[in-house]
T-cell receptor, first 113, second 112 residues
Framework: EPEVTQTPSHQVTQMGQEVILRCVPI?????FYWYRQILGQKVEFLVS????????KSEIFDDQFSVERPDGSNFTLKIRSTKLEDSAMYFC???????????FGEGSWLTVV | DQQVKQNSPSLSVQEGRISILNCDYT??????FLWYKKYPAEGPTFLIS?????DKNEDGRFTVFLNKSAKHLSLHIVPSQPGDSAVYFC???????????FGKGTRLSVIA
């Protein structure tokens, strides 16, 4: 069964460092998303991406965050200068053209120290 | 602003009995509802969904009921199994490329 894959599964970084989280969405999907879940809290929307541009973003997704689809398969989330409060599980997700279901990856656990 | 609410943070059920997880929403524009199951340190796994034109959708042991007038949906799991123990998230979206809005989740524990 096709799945969304994410790397790394876990990353520890120092505050102020740049982090890139990578995702390979399901191959024929066209809509891409990043969500995050801070420990003990709910899953929060960060950004959606379609047709090579951001279609919607939340208040969390400030200037420190950016997304890119550098080639036909990868979808990346970059945090330019990490803060302690960026520590969370980051989930990539994708959706097909006709479907309503969004499929999630296993997540990348980011710890900022 | 909680558009999707899961008011029970946890639920314990005996193996073999029915688990009922509830979800309320406030946005009347939502027209598609999904349930996800999540284990610790893993991504949400899609379970079952329902569109606003239906009031029930069934898939094996899982049934989702939608009451549009009450803006309420529920997930029934019967019979419950120990492997069902996880956090269950209700999520909703309206039409178009709008993001899913998640509830806070309900932790289900199925006791053998």
């Amino acid at each position: 069964e096709p799945e969304v894959t994410q790397t790394p599964s876990h990353q520890v970084t120092q505050m102020g460092q740049e982090v890139i989280l990578r995702c390979v969405p399901i191959s024929n999907h066209l809509y891409f998303y990043w969500y995050r879940q801070i420990l003990g809290q709910k899953v929060e929307f960060l950004v959606s991406f379609y047709n090579n541009e951001i279609s919607e973003k939340s208040e969390i997704f400030d200037d420190q965050f950016s997304v890119e689809r550098p080639d036909g398969s990868n979808f990346t989330l970059k945090i330019r200068s990490t803060k302690l409060e960026d520590s969370a599980m980051y989930f990539c997700a994708s959706r097909g053209w006709t479907g309503n279901t969004i499929y999630f990856g296993e997540g990348s656990w980011l710890t900022v120290v | 602003d909680q558009q999707v609410k899961q008011n029970s943070p946890s639920l314990s059920v005996q193996e073999g009995r029915i688990s009922i997880l509830n979800c309320d929403y406030t946005n009347s524009m939502f027209d598609y509802f999904l349930w996800y199951k999540k284990y610790p340190a893993e991504g949400p796994t899609f379970l079952i969904s329902i569109s606003s034109i239906k009031d029930k959708n069934e898939d094996g042991r899982f049934t989702v009921f939608l009451n549009k007038s009450a803006k309420h949906l529920s997930l029934h799991i019967v019979p419950s199994q120990p492997g069902d123990s996880a956090v269950y998230f209700c999520a909703a979206r309206d039409s178009g490329n709008t993001p899913l809005v998640f509830g806070k989740g309900t932790r289900l524990s199925v006791i053998a």
